[in-house]
Every structure is written in C-alpha cells, then in structure tokens.
C-alpha cells in the first residue's frame, strides 16, 4: 500500500514538473515570437506626399513603436516630448516638419479611427493600418 502511495507522489511530481518544463519553454521561446505584432504605416504630409511602410514588426506594438521602427526603416527622423502629466509621449516632427507649421498638426488614425490615447499608450494588434496626418484640427 505504501509503494502505491510512493508510486502515485512520483506520478504527479513527474506530471507537475512537465507541466513547469513546458510552461516556462513557452515563455521563453514562443514568447518572444508571439510578442511580435505586425502592421503598415502610413505618413501623409498634407502636401500631396505620402510614404508607406507596409508589414513593419516590432515587440513595441504601440502606435509611436510603429512610428520608431518606420523611422528606421524609411531613415527619417522622429521628435518627441515626453509629459509626465499625462505619462505619454507627444510627436513634435516627422522627418523635419514641425507641429504648428501652417497651422497643421501631426495626429494618428488607427484603421481609419482618430486616436484618443497618446500614441505610446496606445496598442496595435496583427494587421493594423496606422496614419499618422498632418493636418490642421477641425
């Protein structure tokens, strides 16, 4: 009856431990991969030019990530200020034009809606089209 008893601990030991091994293979392997979010930006300068980068990947799958990681690819140049009143990120210029420039504004539309959270704050799933605009409000 003992060795039963021993037999069966060793069993579920065996199957906790599987379980654990699995687990932390999952995160630290298939992690990192499924961490990965990819999507296309668009940067429309309100002057007729656009530029496109379709399929960017990155871990930093907020809206401003997209933006850093198209600047890298594309060789542009990307300003912010960060407010710590509203802990966000706030974009001055994309490749040199400036905010205020003829009375326009650098906004960001995710699958055509207005963004409402700063562009740090807020996240970018599989297949998403984010515009960044410049253009005046209203």
Do not use: H
Not at 2 to 7: A, N
Not at 44 to 73: C, R
């Amino acid at each position: 009856m003992k060795q039963s008893y021993k037999l069966a601990a060793v069993l579920v030991a065996f199957v906790i431990a599987v379980g654990i091994a699995t687990a932390l293979y999952e995160i630290s392997f298939n992690g990192k991969e499924n961490n990965k979010v990819t999507a296309t930006v668009s940067i429309y300068f309100g002057n007729g030019t656009l530029w496109t980068f379709p399929d960017i990947e990155t871990e930093n799958a907020t809206v401003f990530g997209f933006l850093i990681e198209a600047a890298s690819k594309g060789n542009f140049t990307v300003e912010s200020t960060y407010y710590s009143q509203y802990d966000s990120m706030f974009v001055d210029s994309i490749a040199s034009v400036e905010n205020g420039e003829n009375n326009k504004y650098w906004q960001y539309y995710i699958n055509g809606n207005y963004g409402t959270l700063g562009a740090d704050r807020q996240p970018v799933k599989n297949g998403d089209i984010i515009e960044w605009r410049f253009e005046g409000f209203g």
